[in-house]
C-alpha cells in the first residue's frame, strides 16, 4: 500500500542550489500535482499533469519546473532555490475527471528550507 | 475561477462537545465534489468527509457530518462528540467533476481546531 511517495522528507538548502523533490504514485493516475504550503495561506497550486507528456502552471509556478515522462513519476525541480521558497510541498494524484469519486491522495509532504 | 473561503483562522471545542466549521465557495459549475481535510501535526493531509454536488443528502462519516447548501454556496463541517485527536488544521476544498479546472482542488486557507480538555 505504497499511495503517494514523496522524497525526501526534510531538505535544507542554501539560495542558489538547485534540487528535486521526487513524486511518486503506485494507484495508475492519470493526474498528478504539487502544492506548497504556507502558514495562512492553505495549499496553493504549482504545476500539474493529466498524463504523462503533459503538465501545466497552478497558481504559483515561478521558480519550478515539472516534467511527467512517466504516469508513475512527477517530479517537482527547484532551478535556483530562495528563501521564498521556504515551504511544505505536497504531492498529490487522483483519477481523471469522474472517476474514483474525485479524491487526491496526497503525499507525506516535504519540508524545504531555503537559507 | 473557483474559490473557497474560510472564514474561522482558529476554532476552539471542549472536548465531546459539538463544534462547526464554515465554508463558502464560489463557482458558476453545477456539478462537483466539495471535500473536508484533516491535517494533524504530523502534516499527513487526511480526507475526513465527501460531497457530490448532485446529492441532495448531507454525507456524514461516524461523528463527522456536512451541511451542504448548494443554493448557497456553503459546506459547514459538524464535529459532534469531540475528541483530543480532533485537534488539527482542517481545509476545506473544492474540485470540479467534469473536467474545470483540469480538475485541480482549490483549498480554504484553513481552520485550527483545538480541543480543550
Known amino acids: 500500500n505504497a499511495g503517494v511517495t514523496q522524497t525526501p522528507k526534510f531538505q535544507v538548502l542554501k539560495t542558489g542550489q538547485s534540487m528535486t523533490l521526487q513524486c511518486a504514485q503506485d494507484?495508475?493516475?492519470?493526474?498528478m500535482s504539487w502544492y506548497r504550503q504556507d502558514p495562512g495561506m492553505g495549499l496553493r497550486l504549482i504545476h500539474y499533469?493529466?498524463?504523462?507528456?503533459?503538465?501545466d502552471q497552478g497558481e504559483v509556478p515561478n521558480g519550478y519546473n515539472v516534467s511527467r515522462s512517466t504516469t508513475e513519476d512527477f517530479p517537482l525541480r527547484l532551478l535556483s532555490a530562495a528563501p521564498s521558497q521556504t515551504s511544505v510541498y505536497f504531492c498529490?494524484?487522483?483519477?481523471?475527471?469522474?472517476?474514483?469519486?474525485?479524491?487526491?491522495?496526497f503525499g507525506e509532504g516535504s519540508r524545504l528550507t531555503v537559507l | 475561477a473557483q474559490t473557497v473561503t474560510q472564514s474561522q483562522p482558529e476554532m476552539s471545542v471542549q472536548e465531546a462537545e459539538t463544534v462547526t466549521l464554515s465554508c463558502t465557495y464560489d463557482t458558476s459549475e453545477s456539478d462537483y465534489y466539495l471535500f473536508w481535510y484533516k491535517q494533524p501535526p504530523s502534516r499527513q493531509m487526511i480526507l475526513v468527509i465527501r460531497?457530490?454536488?448532485?446529492?441532495?443528502q448531507n454525507a456524514t462519516e461516524n461523528r463527522f457530518s456536512v451541511n451542504f447548501q448548494k443554493a448557497a454556496k456553503s459546506f459547514s463541517l459538524k464535529i459532534s462528540d469531540s475528541q483530543l485527536g480532533d485537534a488539527a488544521m482542517y481545509f476545506c476544498a473544492y474540485r470540479s467533476r467534469n473536467g474545470g479546472s483540469q480538475g485541480n482542488l482549490i483549498f480554504g486557507k484553513g481552520t485550527k481546531l483545538s480541543v480543550k480538555p
Open positions: 460531497q457530490e454536488a448532485y446529492k441532495q
Open positions: 494507484m495508475n493516475h492519470e493526474y
Open positions: 499533469s493529466v498524463g504523462a507528456g503533459i503538465t
Open positions: 498529490a494524484s487522483g483519477r481523471k475527471g469522474t472517476g474514483a469519486n474525485g479524491e487526491l491522495f
